[in-house]
């Protein structure tokens, strides 16, 4: 019978392989700031990614010649210093590397008596101790937010409705839901995916510093409750994605208590600046919270994907989610450590996200990934304070944290305005991105990589008003 | 304004080390034989894992060593060749040098103009072709066929109730869905998930091999829309883990056709035998199918985590899961690219899991890929018949893949054979798992592994037999 491994056939040519490709993706990371953010993707280059399955082997060091000649030049940047788009995270080497071991250990944590599951329960205890919840919360790494918000509404679902919903579903109950104006949608689609409909969701409006208004909440709540609908679920933000804006955690989690609804915290953006003493008192009163979603992706840099979600009841958050199986059937052994993973979520085959978060907070401490984050803060003020000196730009938005929304000042703004994010993008000088802020199209920087240097902030400032002018001419 | 990046301060010395992290991790996969299985884990190795936060760094070169003395050696060792438990696939060398290069390039691929989401739709492309599926398929990486599986049922979720269940909810509906008997747990699981509950799952009867009886679907389907049921879903199963079963798919398909009811296949265990041309036939009828859940990381060999769903009609998948929100606008430069993964699946944040495949696609070539597939089959029948030789042992069920259910004869079969598990494992030997085939509990040694060899069989052979002899004397 003829061995069929696809382990290299001459270790040595793998090895002096495989050490070239570190030494290219370190030499990347390193010197990614002498490259473009982003450039526009040749469709020749694009075109080359429509092939037929390839049956026949190619050479590893061919393969990699592709990656790094038409992949790499082409993602999104956001390793670099200049990228301000959306909410990503910067990544480190350190983190890197230990995906490389994760990878190369190929730990499934679904399950079963292993130490990779022993690292979750630390990095899990450590986000127990970061926000101040109880020994007995629980918690797990999934995806991202998106992924943790539907967890969290799948339990505060089974806190109200129980096993009965687990089993025979929704049914005609009317279930009432809330957040402000300005969370997040993964909100409205994991109601949606839960069964509950995303109408179910309570629009709360926000105050003009874009936070929930907790009296509109109050009335909200009192509102369903005398149209017959249960409130069983309420998230509020700390750090929105638009402006960085915090809801009043400690006024929600009253209501909530007092209302005997769930209350959520979508801590996607602002969660970890708990690692920072400068940042966490304003994220005072989510210690309160049921529930909790974050991303150790963005402000945390460890490479994507590596969301979490931590449950004040763990109990409960594990009978929201367990159930039986002949072949799961836990005892000695391999079988051992129950209960598992795959009983506080719907994911049974999960990689080892946990490797790279640990290796991250052991090798730089939670010091100084706080001041890393801190650091994206001052640069926003920085950014702020840029803005208001300029007569030609106008701040849209409070700017909380880390992140700015403001625009070029013109006729017919909105239009500039994108015009002015796409050639900034496209030229490769910086990446914001853009969002509405009642109405208005802002440039929106989010400050998340801690690469991020002053001089990145004052060259995407200069360009915004060279690019300005240049249009408005 | 102090630097506060996360990058090495010095990269000469974070180079060294580096190299010396992917040298210790190419040797593990290389010498992996020469380990035990998997071990114990001792009580003090445990206790390390439960220290507060570390506030202070601490040099990359010790946090490696503690991967290597306390993590490594306690992992489930499901890349060694003897691991035979559950269905876990063994990783590659190659595979893992992909994750470390999509670690450093920290792409998401949740949306955005990139060509890392080429990469994406190249291997949808392949898998496509793989399945007889059309252009206009669409599909996503997920971390498992649990989220593929979930997926499945919320587009034909779609299918039946439309935009108005994804508004207002599951309501009072009376759906049903279909699953043989020997299915995965996460199909019902799903339905939980999804609000439906899992009770809207219609175990059905299997024949003698463990495929699903086609005679009973059809009168279930008969029997819930006489009682005001809406079938909406069936399941069919393309090697059930505990046997590696294939249920009739050209059957399932013609009755889900007639009825109108979506046709899912999960596939997690077997779909990917279409890589080889003497396993493909008996998945004849997957091209039917609406959607397909299945594992990179299984048969593909794939590192964890690296699912991957396909649904034959992806304007419809696109609609069943597609919103917007102001700022994921998009339009030009980084904004353009339409649509988005995120609008076919639940997460917003995703790692770039396509980049381990394309890699170990390209460097094998479906062809060595799908002899290895092969491989585990032709293994699995020595195993067979190395129990119908013996008169100690007794096979409980067909072995139509790369599953192998059977057990020590002797009184009282069930906590001996459990025990012959326990003791295997706990002696490094080998790692199958067990599974319960008709209330007997079997060894069920699932050979998934590229690594796995003639003689890890004949080793896991003897030793049974002798565990069995020394418990039963």
Known sequence: MMQR??????WEDFRKDAHSMLDDIIGYIERVAERPVWQPIPEEIRARFREPLPQEPESLGSVHERFMNEILPHSVGNVHPGFMGWVHGG???????????????????GGRDQIPLEVERQVLSWTRQLFGFPDSASGIFVTGTSMANFISILAARFSILGEEARMHGIGGRKLAAYASSSAHVSISRALDFAGIGSDALRKVPVNRDFEMDVDALRHAIEADRREGFTPFFVAATAGTVDTGAIDPLPEIAEIASGEGVWFH????????GMLSPEISPKLSGIELADSIAFDFHKWGQVPYDAGF???????LHRQAFASGASYLSRGRALSAGSPWPCDFGPDLSRGFRALKAWFTIRVHGSRKIGQSIAHTCELARHLV???EESDRLELLAPCPLNIVCFRYRCNNPDPVNLEIVARLQETG????????????????AAIVNHRTRIEDIDRMVDAVLSIGKNIHE
Chains 1, 2 share one sequence.
């Open 265 to 272: 915290v979508d801590g996607a953006c602002g969660a970890l």
């Open 385 to 387: 304070q840029r803005i």
């Open 429 to 444: 000088i910086a990446a914001p991105s853009t969002a509405r802020i009642e109405g208005k199209l802002a440039i929106r």
């Open 91 to 109: 990544g480190t080497p350190v983190g890197m590397l230990a995906e490389m071991l994760a990878a190369g250990l190929n730990a499934n944590l």
């Open 309 to 315: 979600v931590l449950v004040k009841d763990g109990e």
């Open 5 to 10: 491994s696809l382990d290299p056939e001459n």
